[in-house]
C-alpha cells in the first residue's frame, strides 16, 4: 500500500522562513529512517504559496490565480510518499514524526490500479503502467 503524508503549511513556512538547524537535523534522521526500512519513495518541502498558482476549470474556460492564496489553513508545505504493509504501520511511522506544537499530519492512501474495478480496462492498464515506467526513467 502507497501513502501520501500531507505536512500542513504555517503562518512562519507562508513567510518564507526556513525550519531550525535542529528541526532540520531531526527531519534528517527520521527520513533516513524510513529510506532504510524501504518505507520512503519520495518527499520534498514545498516553497510557500507566493510562489505558486491555481488553475480553476469551468468548461473551456481556465482562470488563473497566483499566489499567495487567502485560505492559508489549508495550504501545504510538504509531502512524503511512503509504501507500508498496512494503514497501521504508516501510521505508526507517521507518530515517530519529529513534529510538536498541536501540527496535524494528513495520511491518505494512493490508489493502486487494482481500486479501480472493471472501469480499468486491460488496455487503460496497460497504458498507465507504461507511463509508470516512463516516469520512472525521467
Known amino acids: 500500500m502507497r501513502f501520501m503524508v500531507l505536512v500542513p503549511g504555517s503562518p512562519e513556512s507562508e513567510a518564507g522562513e ?3 538547524t535542529e528541526l532540520l537535523g531531526a527531519m534528517t ?3 533516513e529512517e524510513l529510506v532504510k526500512s524501504g518505507v520512503m519513495l519520495a518527499g520534498e518541502g514545498l516553497h510557500s504559496t507566493a510562489r505558486g498558482a491555481k488553475v480553476r476549470f ?3 474556460e481556465r482562470t488563473i490565480t497566483d499566489g ?4 492559508a489553513k489549508e495550504i501545504v508545505a510538504g509531502y512524503w510518499i ?3 504493509a498496512s494503514r497501521d504501520e504508516a501510521i505508526e511511522w ?4 519529529p513534529f510538536d506544537g498541536g501540527v496535524e499530519i494528513e495520511l491518505r492512501q494512493i490508489f493502486d490500479a487494482d ?3 472493471e472501469q480499468l480496462t486491460p488496455e487503460l492498464r496497460e497504458a498507465n503502467e507504461r507511463l509508470r515506467e516512463q ?3 525521467n
Do not use: I
Open 18 to 20: 526556513m525550519p531550525s
Open 135 to 137: 516516469t520512472a526513467q
Open 94 to 97: 507517521l507518530k515517530r514524526a
Open 68 to 71: 499567495p492564496f487567502a485560505e
Open 58 to 60: 469551468n468548461g473551456s
Open 115 to 117: 481500486d479501480f474495478g
Open 29 to 31: 534522521k527520521y527520513n
Open 82 to 84: 511512503w509504501e507500508c
